[in-house]
């Protein structure tokens, strides 16, 4: 099984960027689907942003236009540019095949605020 690593997150203001990683411990090719979660606190995870190995994308209306999502699949890799950040997008983040395939990493906190 796929062991996932989260990386990238941290406090930021409203407006600022940050760039989200995740690191696969084995091959990613063969999952059709990687995406990108998140659950803020005291609510469910939802799904945020995927990408298909052929490159289609797909992103919650929340974050659509403001987040994007790209996998490097040479270097098991998961990217989520996520840019004009709000303090809704505070939580913790986390990818996954979509749907899930792999167990939970430990996530990566992302905090906006002023």
Do not use: H
Not at 40 to 58: D, F, H, I, Y
Not at 92 to 114: A, F
Request: aromatic share 8%.
């Amino acid at each position: 099984q796929v062991q996932l690593v989260e990386s990238g997150g941290g406090l930021v203001q409203p407006g600022g960027s940050l760039r989200l990683s995740c690191a696969a411990s084995g091959s990613i090719f063969s999952i059709y689907a990687m995406g990108w979660y998140r659950q803020a606190p005291g609510k469910q995870r939802e799904l945020v942003a995927t990408m298909t190995n052929r490159g289609s994308t797909n992103y919650a209306d929340s974050v659509k236009g403001r987040f994007s999502i790209s996998r490097d699949n040479a270097k098991n890799t998961v990217y989520l540019q996520m840019n004009s950040l709000k303090p809704e997008d505070t939580a913790v983040y986390y990818c996954n095949g979509v749907p899930v395939t792999s167990g939970w990493g430990q996530g990566t906190q992302v905090t906006v605020s002023s």
